[in-house]
């Protein structure tokens, strides 16, 4: 499906783990397959090798579109409701003049066996120069369209800095019909100033609301406190124990119906 990348700027050196499927909102449309080609340490865009899959009864693989994509920065790639795809991304410039757009999200939509992208649209915009650190963008099964949830890093004083969160509700051609802040105050159970440099992870939930974890890591292991955080705000507990062991090198995933799948640490 593509070769392994070879980064020309750093002699010749292999770089695995750079490539990623995601599925079509259809299963019999199959899946998109999405690859960084080259990125050098002076290059202002990164190319990626976009490539659209179906597999037929028999197991066999059809590539039915491929193009070139190039991009500033690595995408956040959702499927759309109508069997395209969306690559989201944000963008930061400098202007002097103070009514200006400085801090923005930005996509770009591709059909189904398509391998032409159509011109960006701009999902959201501040003239605020915000950092943001993450995003998350899913199709939403409880209202209409998609969500992408932008995760800020505030600039504040505080020893540990809670993350601003700001959801977007879009259809699959970018037009948006509502913005929002996501209010999170956490539950004091987590003892969030004891913790050394925790990681805050959200993530939208396709029937509503949010999976809201923090995650400690020591060595091998993290420490995770997990809650559901429902649109008025209020953090809900899990049946897990707080805090739940998980490998540090796994990966959460959250599941059509709204199920978690985290892996614990194997012992012996």
């Not at 980064?7 to 449309?29: H, K, L, R």
């Not at 179906?54 to 690595?74: C, D, R, T, W, Y």
């Not at 959801?167 to 802040?181: A, C, E, M, P, W």
């Not at 090198?249 to 978690?260: C, E, G, K, V």
């Amino acid at each position: 499906m593509g070769p392994s990348l070879i980064d020309s700027s750093n002699n010749n050196t292999w770089v695995p783990q750079q490539s990623f499927i995601y599925p079509n909102v259809n299963n019999e449309q199959g899946f998109l397959y999405f690859a960084l080609l080259s990125s050098g340490l002076n290059d202002l865009n990164s190319n990626y090798n976009v490539t659209q899959w179906i597999i037929n009864e028999h197991g066999i693989f059809s590539k039915i579109a491929e193009m070139v994509l190039a991009l500033q920065v690595p995408p956040s790639v959702v499927s759309t409701v109508d069997g395209g795809y969306m690559f989201i991304y944000p963008n930061i410039t400098t202007s002097q003049d103070p009514f200006s757009s400085r801090t923005g999200l930005y996509s770009v939509y591709c059909g189904y066996g398509s391998n032409i992208v159509r011109e960006p649209v701009i999902l959201y915009e501040t003239i605020l120069e915000l950092n943001i650190v993450g995003l998350n963008c899913v199709i939403s099964h409880s209202e209409v369209g998609q969500i992408c949830l932008i995760t800020i890093q505030p600039n504040s004083t505080d020893l540990i800095p809670i993350p601003v969160y700001i959801q977007v509700n879009y259809l699959s051609l970018g037009s948006v019909f509502d913005v929002k802040r996501v209010y999170a105050t956490l539950p004091t159970i987590i003892g969030i100033n004891q913790l050394t440099d925790p990681q805050f992870i959200i993530n939208p939930l396709p029937f509503g609301g949010y999976f809201y974890s923090v995650v400690q890591t020591t060595n091998m292991s993290s420490d995770v406190w997990g809650f559901v955080l429902d649109e008025n705000g209020k953090f809900n507990p899990w049946d897990l124990s707080y805090p739940t062991l998980s490998d540090s090198n796994a990966s959460h995933q959250i599941l059509t119906n709204n199920t978690l799948a985290m892996l614990q640490p194997i012992v012996g």
